[in-house]
């Protein structure tokens, strides 16, 4: 009877699933920086959420690698943060 947490999600809009907008982005070597502008979206809320609650985000093995990203996630509840490595890399 109460939210446990969430994961976030990328929606684009249009035809194109976001699986394919991220793919576009790791194709053009934008992979990680597409990923970062998704997980600051997410992170952005986390504080919304209950006390009690985590938040789920996707993020790929080059991202997790990737500086920014970590600073990123450097800034944020980690003891609420689950990471889901996904598994298109």
Do not use: K, Y
């Amino acid at each position: 009877g109460r939210v446990l947490g969430v994961e976030a999600l990328a929606r684009f809009g249009g035809p194109m699933p976001p699986d394919r907008w991220f793919l576009a982005a790791r194709r053009d070597g934008r992979g990680a920086e597409l990923e970062l502008v998704a997980v600051r979206s997410a992170l952005a809320h986390q504080s919304a959420l209950p006390d009690d609650a985590f938040l789920a985000v996707n993020l790929s093995p080059v991202a997790l690698a990737d500086d920014a990203v970590l600073a990123e996630l450097r800034r944020c509840e980690l003891e609420r943060l689950v990471i889901e490595v996904t598994e298109q890399e």
